[in-house]
Antibody
Framework: EVQLVETGGGLIQPGGSLRLSCAASGFTVSTNYMAWVRQAPGKGLECVSLFYAGGSTYYADSVKGRFTISRDNSENMLHLQMNSLRAEDTAMYYC??????????????WGQGTLVAVSS | SYVLTQPPSVSVAPGKTARITCGENNIGSESVHWYQQRPGQAPVLVIFNDSDRPSGIPERFSGSNSGNTATLIISRVEAGDEADYYCQVWDSGSDHRGVFGTGTKVTVL
């Protein structure tokens, strides 16, 4: 059974750092496209970072230069290092697996999310 | 760059049919995927590749995609279908990324 479990969220002051982790089971992270998707309170879904199976990465403009996605193949985990946090980064952060072909990828499994609140 | 436009809300009586649209120029040439998000829960994939259902999703959920509009159709609506619904496409331009629609709140009357 595929499962994704996120940890690492919390209350942090502006300018601070957090590291989110996503523990995967039932499949191998290193052979899949993986994503972090966030949802600000009362808002829609935003794809903030991707880790492609081949090792390249994607970042939304809103987090580029501040967030770093990585994976630990030995632990079968995905991470998101978030630096220089801003109030607008406040959101539920979901880890998700991607499936589908090159032009039709979709998020087939999601974790339950971890809440990040940036406030002084 | 994609801008997927959805109606903010749709209301439907139990047992009736709900139709949720997702608009973008020539979206019919893309594969559209749909997610259900119940209050306080993570999104769940309900339709992929325009009209395919993941295992465990009821046949009451179906999809279509043509021209400038993709549509999620929920037949014989139940109280448990009350949720937010998001469409999604894959932007395979300069940045390969997932793009989500604006979301639709479905209210069961």
């Amino acid at each position: 059974e595929v499962q994704l479990v996120e940890t690492g969220g919390g209350l942090i002051q502006p300018g601070g750092s957090l590291r989110l982790s996503c523990a995967a089971s039932g499949f191998t992270v290193s052979t899949n496209y993986m994503a972090w998707v966030r949802q600000a309170p009362g808002k829609g879904l935003e794809c903030v970072s991707l880790f492609y199976a081949g090792g390249s990465t994607y970042y939304a403009d809103s987090v580029k230069g501040r967030f770093t996605i990585s994976r630990d193949n030995s632990e079968n985990m995905l991470h998101l290092q978030m630096n220089s946090l801003r109030a607008e980064d406040t959101a539920m952060y979901y880890c998700a697996r991607l499936k589908g072909g090159s032009y039709r990828r979709y998020f087939d499994y999601w974790g339950q999310g971890t809440l990040v609140a940036v406030s002084s | 760059s994609y801008v997927l436009t959805q109606p903010p809300s749709v209301s439907v009586a139990p047992g009736k049919t709900a139709r949720i649209t997702c608009g973008e120029n020539n979206i019919g040439s893309e594969s559209v995927h749909w997610y259900q998000q119940r209050p306080g829960q993570a999104p769940v994939l309900v339709i992929f590749n325009d009209s395919d259902r993941p295992s465990g999703i009821p046949e009451r959920f179906s999809g279509s995609n043509s021209g400038n509009t993709a549509t999620l159709i929920i037949s014989r609506v139940e109280a448990g279908d009350e949720a937010d619904y998001y469409c999604q496409v894959w932007d395979s331009g300069s940045d390969h990324r997932g793009v989500f629609g604006t979301g639709t709140k479905v209210t069961v009357l």
